[in-house]
């Protein structure tokens, strides 16, 4: 069974940094690909923001956060982070940590392992 928990959301000012950790346990998801979505509030869709391979060989930034955000993973913590730095307004939204057995997938409908979120909101 997989686990996904997520911390160190919280409420910032434009121009700061956070940085997001997922802790994952389960016996074989040092072997996942993981990465970070997004939700913005009233959007439907979940948007890939940054996704890492199981030994962070191949990783994927989206357009929107390129630059800015950065992915890291330690399967000997058993932890991925989302380093953000420069954050906008416009990255507000609840975060979540997911994991999928296989290749980078920038679409949500291919992971089945998810955290419960953390919400990020940028004030202006």
């Known amino acids: 069974q997989v686990q996904l928990v997520e911390s160190g959301g919280g409420l910032v000012q434009a121009g700061d940094s956070l940085i997001l950790s997922c802790v994952y346990s389960g016996r074989t998801v040092s072997r996942y690909s993981m990465g970070w979505f997004r939700q913005a509030q009233g959007k439907d869709r979940r948007e890939a923001v940054a996704?890492?391979?199981?030994?962070?060989?191949?990783?994927y930034i989206a357009a929107s956060v390129e630059g800015r955000f950065t992915i890291s993973r330690d399967n000997e913590k058993n932890t991925v982070a989302l380093h953000m730095n420069s954050l906008k307004p416009e990255d507000t939204a609840v975060y979540y940590c997911?994991?999928?057995?296989?290749?980078?997938?920038?679409?949500?409908?291919?992971?089945?392992?998810w955290g419960q979120g953390t919400q990020v909101t940028v004030s202006s």
């Open positions: 996704l890492i391979s199981w030994n962070g060989s191949s990783t």
């Open positions: 997911a994991a999928r057995q296989g290749t980078l997938q920038t679409a949500a409908r291919y992971y089945s392992n």
